[in-house]
């Protein structure tokens, strides 16, 4: 992959796999990055590692959840929110961002250059609300 290169960062079968699972399903987890790469044999250690290092090389965006839990997925334009259910913990992508047009018009307003956000919302999920009634 090209991009590591970009990023200045050498290319190992590690780090393309862990980057091929974030172009497919993120944010995700480091745990749920390892849960996903059990066949690959891949410590969870080396996880955390290759994560750090994508960080420092600006490769991916860590974020926080409510549930204190640190998600990453790879740093482009087209980056995706999350809904959470508090109750069952089952996490839905919104894929296309709703805060853009936001963003355009603090720019403008304020002059600052937004780099990035992050936004996740929490509530309970379809299944879990037919459970309660």
Do not use: W
């Amino acid at each position: 992959m090209d991009i590591l290169k970009n990023h200045g960062l050498k290319s190992t079968k590690t780090r393309l796999t862990i980057l091929e699972l974030l172009e497919k399903n993120s944010p995700l987890s480091a745990e749920q990055i390892y849960e996903n790469l059990k066949d690959e044999k891949i410590k969870i250690s080396s996880i955390y590692r290759n994560l750090s290092t994508f960080l420092e090389a600006g490769l991916v965006l860590k974020s926080v959840g409510m549930d204190n839990i640190s998600y990453y997925q790879l740093n482009s334009s087209h980056h995706k929110h999350q809904l959470i259910c508090t109750n069952c913990k089952k996490t839905i992508i919104i894929d296309d961002c709703p805060i853009h047009k936001i963003e355009k018009e603090l720019e403008k307003n304020t002059g600052f250059k937004i780099t990035s956000h992050n936004f996740e919302f929490s509530g309970i999920c379809e299944d879990c609300q037919k459970n309660i009634k």
